[in-house]
């Protein structure tokens, strides 16, 4: 469902609405999610080119990669990338993110020898703790795209753990809110390895997105050195694929969850998904059955009997007529009557048991129900 991931970031927002938010989760058995980050930034950006999405540009967030790394990446999917300062820009918190080069060379002591300098492309940020000036500096890049009118632009993080390191979680979590409540901003999604933190990180940053999705091996790996030789056998064949799970919220409170199997091609290190037909999803679905020590499904025979068992108070098909009362007497029921009384058959017992008639007093007057809810019970 990578392809579901994609086509919700490129729709955005409705009017009065948050931005939609994607958290990309892996760990270290299955640590593929970078490639998911890369696949999701290369679809999205091809819909930004070909006017297909609701964003006009996208403002990448780098902490652990450097912008020439994107450039590069951009141009490996075949995206133009001529023209590329007209619709992404790029915030480098990777190169300089604590300021340590700028007062080591003010000493003397430093001679930077990278390649990395600001461009038309990007921007250095060189005090990735200060979170309110990252967020101008976000939306200064994203409205350098889009102009300060209705337009709107899409925002990319590719690593949320690096910012872990420096602020705390609050701190973290309400600048992502803040830029998912930001008026110009049409999607959001970031990357996490959720291995590294406690659960109650993970839960915070889950909470705040409408889309996560979960890169998991294939095979578990079983723990203790008793599993060393099997865990040795199922990392062969977890290496370059696994299974992916996608958990949409949607805008009525419901949740649909998906499962996808895909593919690391090692030579480009492109992300594939599989299709349902491979034989791959078919052992993701096999291993979504749970194991149960009793048998789910009926034989021939047991379908057959269960046909056969007569439910309480239910119809036991004599053929006879269904009729709901409506409060007038049938026409049928006069004609009998008037039958039995003009041969003189009629015999009247006392049963012993009270009656109510009640007749309507015009067809005007509608009944309670022209269904009776009772109508499947024989009472």
């Known amino acids: 469902m990578a392809e579901s991931m994609c086509r919700t970031l490129r729709d955005g927002s409705l009017e009065g609405e948050q931005a939609p938010a994607l958290t990309i989760k ?84 430093f001679m930077d020898a990278s390649h990395e300098t600001s461009s038309s492309l990007s921007r250095v940020c060189k005090d990735v703790k200060d979170l309110d000036k990252l967020y101008s500096m976000i939306l200064e890049l ?13 925002v990319a993080i590719d690593s949320i753990n690096e910012m872990l390191r420096h602020t705390s979680t609050p701190t973290v979590a309400g600048l992502l809110s803040n830029l998912r409540s930001h008026e110009q901003i049409s999607s959001i999604f970031w990357l996490l390895h959720s291995d590294l933190h406690e659960v109650k990180v993970t839960s915070a940053l889950e909470y705040l997105s409408s889309v996560v999705a979960s890169v998991e091996p294939l095979h578990q790996t079983a723990g203790g050195k008793r599993g060393d030789l099997e865990n040795l056998s199922l990392l062969e064949q977890n290496f370059g694929k696994g ?25 480009s290190n492109n992300f594939t998904s599989v299709s349902s037909e491979d034989g791959l999803v078919n052992q993701i679905n096999q291993g979504l059955v749970p194991k149960v020590q009793f048998n789910l499904e009926l034989t021939e025979k047991e379908r057959i009997d269960r046909a056969k068992v007569v439910l309480p108070f239910e119809h036991q098909g004599d053929g006879g007529p269904i009729h709901i009362y409506d409060g007038r007497r049938s026409l049928t029921e006069s004609k009998t009557e008037a039958t039995l009384s003009s041969s003189g058959n009629s015999q009247k017992t006392d049963s012993g048991e009270g009656e109510i008639i009640y007749f309507r007093d015009s067809d005007d007057e509608m009944p309670d129900s022209d269904e009776d809810p009772d109508d499947d019970l024989d009472i």
């Open 26 to 109: 892996d760990t270290a058995a299955s640590p593929f999610g970078f490639h998911v980050f890369s696949h999701v930034l290369s679809q999205l950006s091809s819909f930004i080119l070909a006017s297909k999405s609701q964003s006009r540009g996208i403002v990448i967030v780098g902490f652990s990669r450097s912008p020439s790394f994107y450039v590069d990446l951009l141009k490996s999917r075949g995206i133009d990338v001529n023209s590329s300062h007209k619709w992404v820009q790029i915030l480098d918190c990777y190169t300089d993110p604590l300021c340590w080069k700028d007062q080591l060379m003010g000493s003397g002591n």
């Open 142 to 154: 994203g409205k350098g795209l889009v102009g300060q009118g209705k337009d709107r632009f899409s």
């Open 243 to 267: 299974k992916l799970q996608v958990r949409f919220k949607r805008r009525n409170g419901r949740v649909r969850v998906v499962n996808e199997g895909f593919h690391i091609d090692q030579s």
